[in-house]
């Protein structure tokens, strides 16, 4: 295994790159995605703006120009509504989850 090193000058510390995290590039399958909400949905059922980024972060696997056509959305709208400041109205909630491909069941608390 070969390591490149930058050379560091008067004996600083190399700078580490990093690369910002989207997890959307990981949901890749149905599955992974319905496991994904259904995580935000169970281990932070009160957190509406986690669970609407959720929604968002899946539309965007999935593509958003697709999802806002399969939701009767514009794209812009459906940015909108499931960036961090959206609070989408639960009609669209529900329109999302369908484009989406994903459903919600209720069970007792």
Known sequence: MVKAVAKSRAGTVPRTK???YDVAEQ???PEEMAAYLDAWLEEAPDD???ITRAL???A???GMSQVARDAGLSRESLYKAL???GNPSFAT???VAKALGVKFHA???
């Open 56 to 58: 968002g972060d899946i």
């Open 27 to 29: 949901l890749r399958t």
């Open 48 to 50: 509406v703006g986690g």
């Open 60 to 62: 965007r696997a999935k």
């Open 18 to 20: 990093t690369v910002a």
């Open 83 to 85: 960036s961090e400041d």
């Open 93 to 95: 909630v529900l329109k």
């Open 107 to 109: 069970q007792p608390a």
